[in-house]
């Protein structure tokens, strides 16, 4: 793609959001910050922007998009319910999600209208769509007035970006303009659920978690390993290795067979609390292996964990292991979507 250069625009002044708005208008391609990652936008009902994207990202097409609005209203158009069998339920479903979390960290997926271009959805019957929360898009949106579609801002399979420095660490040149609202609040996308299916099921795991949708949703379903049903369009995000550091090896372990591999090449990513206490144990003044730490609370882990995988590549070690958090009965539901992302990025599978 020919390179162009990325223009930086500050999120808090009202002149660059109407910059970035004109652009997205324009078929212009412009990333812009979230409560959960920065996501690459553009006019969800041009299939020029779209393919944009596309290239930008090298994403492959089979990969469906996820639509941004600004309101509920602007929501219910890109989907289409008339036809359903049980349009009632999940017409319901919809209403309990949207009311329960929006704007916020979910995105919903139903049949969509004929207005939404097949290009966008991968050729799926159905749409995703969500309401982001973060000041900026929803500035940006309500500015725009134009549905958007926005994947994550980064290149395929990289992490996704949850500050503006790894928007461009990926696709500097490659897009019109990135809209700087700062650090993501959350640092984990979306949690995905098709309401479309016999029980609602959840596609992706993220930012809102499991029990937090059972409560509103009691027969909730968390897909399976993310294989592939028959008749199903899956999340294609959910297939393969993905959301991982460019590192030969990375290996998931618990925190008491990290001391093997304390030396040079391979880097570790610890919680707070056990890179203190091995540090203790082995008495070191210094940690000899390149190393990085998270929080031990899991909301702010999650917010510091894909910036500490691109710090990670920055050490130009050919080893990571991962510390896999050790869970309690009290604390499985905050774990469970960064489990999946930490589980993903240590797949042999890519
Ligand atoms: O938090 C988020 O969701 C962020 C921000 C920018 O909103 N976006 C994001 O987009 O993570 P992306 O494209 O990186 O991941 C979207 C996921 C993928 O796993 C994709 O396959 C799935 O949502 N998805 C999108 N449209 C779908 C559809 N029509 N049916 C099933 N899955 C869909
Ligand atoms: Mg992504």
Redesign the pocket.
């Known amino acids: 793609m020919k390179s162009t250069k990325t223009l930086i625009l500050n999120g808090q002044l009202q002149k660059d959001i109407e910059v970035a708005s004109e652009l997205l208008s324009n078929d212009k391609i412009v990333s812009f910050c979230?409560e959960?990652?920065?996501?690459l936008g553009a006019w969800g009902f041009s299939e020029k922007a779209i393919n944009k994207i596309f290239k930008a990202k090298n994403r492959p097409k089979c990969?469906?998009?996820?639509f941004?609005v600004a309101n509920i209203a602007s929501a219910k158009k890109l989907f289409f319910h008339e036809n359903c069998k049980n349009k009632d339920v999940i017409e319901n479903r919809f209403t309990l999600l949207a009311h329960s979390f929006w704007p916020g960290?979910l995105?919903i997926?139903s049949f969509k209208s004929n207005k939404v271009p097949l290009l966008a959805?991968a050729n799926?019957a159905?749409?995703?769509v969500?309401i982001?929360s973060h000041l900026v898009a929803q500035k940006l949106l309500n500015t725009v007035k134009k549905p958007l579609v926005?994947?994550?801002a980064n290149a395929s399979n990289r992490p996704?970006p949850t500050c503006a420095k790894h928007v461009l660490a990926t696709l500097d040149g490659k897009i019109d303009a990135v809209l700087d609202g700062g650090i993501c609040q959350r640092g984990l996308?979306?949690t995905?659920v098709?309401i479309t299916q016999k029980c609602p099921i959840i596609?992706?795991l993220g930012a809102i978690s499991f029990e937090q949708i059972k409560a509103i949703l009691p027969n909730i379903k968390v897909k399976n390993g993310g294989k592939k049903l028959k008749n199903e369009?899956a999340?294609?995000?959910?297939l393969k290795k993905h959301y991982s550091p460019e590192i030969d090896s990375i290996t998931l372990l618990p925190s008491s067979e990290m001391l093997k591999f304390w030396h040079t090449k391979t880097a570790l990513l610890m919680l707070n609390n056990s890179a203190k206490k091995l540090k203790k144990e082995l008495g070191i003044r210094k940690y000899k292996s390149p190393i990085e730490t998270l929080p031990d609370d899991p909301l702010l882990y999650a917010k510091e964990l894909y910036a500490a995988f691109y710090r990670l590549e920055n050490h130009n070690a050919t080893k990571l292991i991962i510390e896999k958090p050790a869970l309690n009965l009290k604390n499985t539901d905050d774990w469970q979507a960064i489990l999946d992302r930490l589980k993903r990025a240590s797949s042999k599978n890519n």
């Open positions: 979230t959960t990652v920065y996501g990969n469906p998009l996820i941004h960290p995105t997926v959805t799926s159905k749409v995703a969500r982001p926005a994947p994550s996704s996308e979306s995905v098709d596609l992706r369009h999340s294609p995000g959910m």
